[in-house]
């Protein structure tokens, strides 16, 4: 009798907590922006470009997806996609260049300057996204090499 209720005790904490998190990542992706930005650029082809795991961004002001993107990009636009335990309500997104402007920034956290890209969508000029200095020196590098450097600008902010 005690290992039944100790099997039902433990099949109910698991079965809690898979809708607790599949409730976070609903509220989440409806209330960071992600749903939104699926509704216009969700990604219905497979993605064979250049990408990078375990990345940081934020979108909008309080959705930070740390450690827990897989980004790339390729002369036609930029991935995003969380990797598989988040996945859930946030189907990968194929945001073309052309949709975006880009601008450095820096910010400062316990004195530090930290320096990084924030994206606005052209189409939806009040939710923006925001990159590392390091992811997105890497996308840079990625379209050098694919001679599409054109296609992503980033202004400087003294400049815009």
């Known amino acids: 009798m005690n290992s039944l209720w100790i099997a039902l005790g433990i099949g109910g904490s698991l079965l809690l907590f898979v809708i607790v998190w599949v409730g976070i990542a609903v509220a989440v992706s409806h209330f960071g922006g992600w749903k939104s930005l699926a509704n216009r650029y969700e990604a219905h082809q497979p993605f064979y470009g250049t990408c990078w795991n375990w990345q940081t961004i934020v979108l909008g002001e309080h959705s930070q997806y740390g450690n827990c993107m897989k980004v790339g990009a390729d002369q036609d636009g930029l991935y995003l996609v969380p990797n598989f335990l988040f996945r859930f309500a946030h189907p990968p997104l194929f945001i073309p260049w052309s949709d975006i402007k880009a601008q450095w920034r820096e910010k400062s956290m316990l004195g530090i ?20 200095q390091r992811l997105a020196e890497k996308i840079q590098a990625e379209l050098l090499h694919l001679h599409a450097s054109d296609k992503l600008k980033i202004q400087d902010s003294t400049t815009a």
């Open 113 to 132: 300057p930290l320096r990084y890209v924030e994206i606005h969508l052209t189409p939806e000029p009040n939710l923006k996204i925001a990159l590392e």
